[in-house]
């Protein structure tokens, strides 16, 4: 069972920066599909970001955005501590959420949760205006 372990939440204010990390126990971390998703207590878990492994030969990762943090936001991942990152600059107040890290993708796209199979506990993220 694929342990997440999400870190790096706080409070900043509009315009400002904060960056999560999020720590996979599991094996072949480089092999792996990662996410980031944000849920708002009143609205469902939306997608945010995921960095998929570009084809069975080693030739980087692709990385996917929902329109809303396109520019704004940057997921990476340092395989030398199973850890990834989603760099968030310019935040603004809709931005606040729980942000949860997610593996185990079963396949296919990446923008809905049901497509996801191991899931950390969150980290609150606060963007006052």
């Known amino acids: 069972q694929v342990q997440l372990v999400e870190s790096g939440g706080g409070w900043v204010q509009a315009g400002g920066s904060l960056r999560l990390s999020c720590t996979d126990s599991?094996?072949?971390?480089?092999?792996?599909?990662m996410g980031w998703f944000r849920q708002d207590p009143e609205k469902e878990r939306e997608f945010v970001a995921a960095?998929?492994?570009?084809?069975?030969?080693?030739?980087?990762?692709?990385?996917y955005y929902a329109d809303s943090v396109e520019g704004r936001f940057t997921i990476s991942r340092d395989s030398s501590k199973n850890t990834v990152y989603l760099q968030m600059s310019s935040l603004r107040p809709e931005d606040t959420a729980v942000y949860y890290c997610?593996?185990?993708?079963?396949?296919?796209?990446?923008?809905?949760?049901?497509?996801?199979?191991?899931w950390g506990q969150g980290t609150q993220v606060t963007v006052s205006s």
């Open positions: 599991g094996r072949a971390f480089t092999w792996r599909t």
């Open positions: 997610a593996t185990d993708h079963s396949g296919g796209g990446y923008s809905r949760p049901e497509q996801w199979n191991s």
């Open positions: 960095e998929a492994r570009n084809g069975r030969i080693w030739n980087g990762y692709n990385t």
